[in-house]
């Protein structure tokens, strides 16, 4: 495959995959997601690569999830709810090697979720994390919930999805979301550090050692799969638009007006 919403690169065992959209925020749209299931999976099973960092175009944002200029209920290709998002999170799941998220600016919806799911995530001082769902009419019924709520507990992971909040590399450090912050000048250098660290490591224990974490956590994608179907029903109605509506208006919506 060709890539146009992407940049791939491979250097010293490492498979660099980088969102590059950075006029929408590194926002997917469905060419996005079939270029990043490729490239997953083509370094994701090379035995020469080691590691895989998942970073963003520019200094703006990691990624902010699904392009809002795609309205949810027209998608009808591929995947659930229309594009392949349980795909992707069940691929960084499976791949036999640890995928870093490297953030740099907004790790906003979706893309909070994408560096949830990454084995590692380090982040720059200038990233900002958190969930945008119940404000636009969506949410992450499975992994972006349930085991976001593993990592930061129950309490926290409310907080997030309920007030739709932000929160700065620091305090997603203090709540485990991150395992480390650099100034952004460093983070280059600090990633290219864990993967020569993690390349120094035998690469079939790692493999065994990420196969037994997701074990335990492996039934919150059944649940997610349910989730996701509820979503699908969830986005043909009124409520649901009014969010892609009035982000797209730039006003406020009013869900309440939909709800019976």
Aim: with cysteine.
């Amino acid at each position: 495959m060709e890539y146009e919403d992407i940049l791939y690169e491979e250097k010293d065992n490492v498979a660099t995959i980088t969102f590059n959209r950075p006029e929408v925020m590194n926002a997917f749209r469905m060419q996005t997601y079939d270029e990043v299931l490729d490239a997953l999976k083509k370094s994701g099973w090379d035995k020469q690569i080691g590691a895989i960092v998942l970073t963003g175009a520019g200094d703006r944002a990691f990624c902010t999830g699904g392009d809002q200029s795609d309205k949810k209920s027209e998608r009808d290709r591929r995947g659930i709810i229309g594009v392949p998002v349980e795909e992707i999170h069940a691929t960084l799941r499976e791949l036999p090697k640890p995928v870093i998220a490297k953030v740099r600016g907004y790790a906003i919806g979706g893309g909070n979720v994408i560096a949830t799911l990454c084995d590692l995530t380090l982040a720059s001082e200038n990233a900002i994390f958190g969930q945008v769902g119940p404000k636009i009419g969506s949410v992450d019924p499975g992994f972006g919930t349930a085991y976001l709520a593993r990592i930061v507990g129950e309490k926290k992971a409310r907080e997030i999805w309920y007030l739709c909040r932000r929160y700065s590399a620091e305090e997603a450090l203090a709540m485990g979301l991150v395992n480390a912050v650099v100034p952004d000048d460093e983070l280059d250098a600090e990633v290219d550090k864990w993967c020569a660290e993690i390349n120094q490591m035998s690469p079939t224990a790692i493999a065994i050692a990420k196969r037994s974490f997701n074990a335990d956590s492996e039934n919150i994608r059944g649940i997610g799969m349910l989730g996701f179907q509820a979503l699908k029903l969830y986005y043909a109605t009124d409520e649901s638009k009014e969010g892609g509506n009035a982000f797209r208006a730039k006003r406020p919506p009013d869900f309440k007006k939909f709800v019976e």
